[in-house]
Structures are given as structure tokens and as C-alpha cells.
Nanobody
Framework: QVQLVESGGGFVQAGGSLRLSCAAS??????MGWFRQAPGKEREFVAA????????PYGESVKGRFTISRDSAKNTVYLQMNSLKPEDTALYYC???????????????????WGQGTQVTVSS
């Protein structure tokens, strides 16, 4: 049974940092991604990491501020978020893509399993 459990969300002031974690179980090592969705907006790609960890695309709005990484031994993916802005406020989801693609997926529909999400709120 595939299970993804996010944690690490919370409330932070602008300029602060948070580290999200996504603990995965029930499957082998696959590409994983982080997406976010703010109220009234579409789900937005944040970052992804290939099964090897060698490929890490980022959404334009988070480049240079967020870093995705994985600990394969723990089957856990992390999202380090620095220099947070109020516009980063959203529900953050992790997801897994079980298809071994030549290029890491950045579209939500390409991901097969999703966690329940963890809320990140950034105050101005």
C-alpha cells in the first residue's frame, strides 16, 4: 500500500525558513515531487527529484529559495524553503511518479499518488 505523509508545515514570518518532509512507504525508489495549492488557485509545481537524485527541476517562483533532496535509505524527500514570502502560503503536497521517465515530471497529472498535504502560512 502506497502511503505518503507530509510534515513540517507551519506558520512563519516573511524571510523565514521551513523544512518539509515527505515520508514514503509501499513502493520502491521513484521520482517524487512537491506541489502547492493556494485557495482559489490551481495546483502549482514547486520542485521534483529523480529517483537517483541527480535531476531536480524547480518552479520559477521558488528557484534559488527552495531546495529539494532525498534520503533514499529513509525513503523520505525534503523541501527546504528559505526566504519565504507571503505568496508561498499554500497547502503543500508531495507526490510520487511510478513511471520511470527520461525527464522528471513537472505536471501534476503525471504523478500517481499524493499525500494529504501540509499547510504553510507566511505572514508579511
Amino acid at each position: 500500500q502506497v502511503q505518503l505523509v507530509e510534515s513540517g508545515g507551519g506558520f512563519v514570518q516573511a524571510g523565514g525558513s521551513l523544512r518539509l518532509s515527505c515520508a514514503a512507504s509501499g513502493f520502491e525508489t521513484y521520482a517524487m515531487g512537491w506541489f502547492r495549492q493556494a485557495p482559489g488557485k490551481e495546483r502549482e509545481f514547486v520542485a521534483a527529484i529523480s529517483w537517483s537524485g541527480n535531476e531536480t527541476p524547480y518552479g520559477e517562483s521558488v528557484k534559488g529559495r527552495f531546495t529539494i533532496s532525498r534520503d533514499s535509505a529513509k525513503n523520505t524527500v525534503y523541501l527546504q524553503m528559505n526566504s519565504l514570502k507571503p505568496e508561498d502560503t499554500a497547502l503543500y503536497y508531495c507526490a510520487v511518479d511510478v513511471l520511470h521517465r527520461a525527464v522528471v515530471a513537472v505536471m501534476a497529472y503525471e504523478y500517481d499518488y499524493w499525500g494529504q498535504g501540509t499547510q504553510v502560512t507566511v505572514s508579511s
